[in-house]
């Protein structure tokens, strides 16, 4: 193997707390990525995020250890409404962000026009996946790095990272989104709130579980049942995308199973691809999740620049339903 295609890449790390932020950085974080305590974030849950004295003080905390801090400023405002996106913006460079993650493209201009010196990624939420559009808001915008949808497979990604101008980031583990991220109708059919304009895909409020007289759980989003589970069988948090339904006679998960994507193994592939920057999911776990999830890929990249084997399959314990899964990068379409 080369020893260019051994360059260890930021390792970007979920943080929904300032606690968790500085567990992230503790256990060896290059990047924490968080969002503000209101809908101008993607996981805009009640008792997440930051308001933006803690804002500046986890970025203060971050830098001390030597590591960086991105804002996810990641849904889409309502035109003529976007005043509190701005503010967001404005804000988190205040606090010392040094990178803005935006996926609006009102937005991306508002923060290349305001302010230039700041780095700017272009969220998942963007759905960007092909040259054409990448170099658009690269040459329009300024993108330094694009975040690449979980719908690409590694030789995709390779051949994306050979005609593009900026970096790329891609996710190695957590919840896997189905599909095009940033065109989620479905959780706002079922509850009149949309993950990608109020920030929160299947809002705890309208989760309900139904214990039936056989023993089997329901569980439900809004009026809608996503699915029933036997008697002993784990009960997944209610997600539509995820739910398990009766479809041309057979009962099953017609989008995708609930599992997390887990991507360890395909590491080397991803590293050898090109991307920049491999990027954890979990703004919404706790901080065991955030400490064992970031020392496993920290020791992952460790052993990698080693050129040691990696250790697969400890985190599957963390995983949603105890399942995993490498999604597109490994993944025969039905």
């Known amino acids: 193997m080369k020893k260019q295609s051994r360059k260890t890449p930021e390792l970007v790390c979920p943080a929904g707390t300032p606690s968790a932020l500085r567990v992230a950085v503790d256990a060896g974080a290059d990047v924490v990525y968080c969002g503000f305590r209101d809908e101008t974030n993607a996981r805009n849950f009640p ?26 400023i990641n849904t889409f405002p309502q035109a003529g409404n976007t005043a509190l996106w701005h503010k967001a913006i404005d804000d988190a460079v205040g606090c010392g962000a040094d990178a803005l993650i935006v996926a609006d493209m009102g937005l991306a201009a508002y923060a290349a026009r305001m302010h230039p010196e700041t780095r700017l990624h272009l969220s998942v939420q963007a759905s960007a996946s092909n040259p054409d559009a990448i170099r658009y808001y690269c040459e329009t915008f300024n993108v330094k790095r694009v975040v690449l949808p979980r719908v690409l497979s590694i030789p995709e990604i390779t051949a994306l990272n050979g005609n593009i101008p900026c970096e790329t980031e891609a996710f190695v583990f957590g919840g896997l989104c189905v599909m095009a991220e940033g065109r989620c109708l479905l959780s706002s059919y079922a509850t009149g709130k949309s993950p990608n304009m109020n920030g929160v895909c299947s ?111 400890a985190l599957i314990a963390l995983a949603e339903g105890g399942q995993s899964t490498a999604g597109a990068y490994d993944k025969t379409w039905r």
């Open 203 to 313: 809002p705890a409020g309208d989760v309900r579980y139904a214990q039936g007289k056989d023993g089997s759980m329901a569980s439900k989003l809004g009026a809608f049942t996503i699915n029933r589970f036997a008697e002993g069988e784990p009960a997944g948090y209610p997600t539509i995308c995820k739910g398990r339904f009766k479809c041309g006679g057979e009962t099953g998960y017609i989008f995708e199973e609930p599992a997390s994507l887990d991507a360890l193994s395909m590491m080397p592939e991803l590293l050898q691809s090109g991307v920049a920057a491999l990027k954890i999911e979990g703004r919404q776990r706790g901080k065991a999740y955030t400490e064992a999830v970031v020392k496993a890929f920290r020791k992952a990249l460790s052993d990698y620049a080693r050129g040691w084997p990696l250790e697969i399959g």
């Open 47 to 72: 008792g997440l995020n930051f308001s933006r004295a803690e804002m500046s003080e986890g970025t203060e905390y971050a830098h001390k250890h030597k590591a960086r801090v991105y804002a996810a």
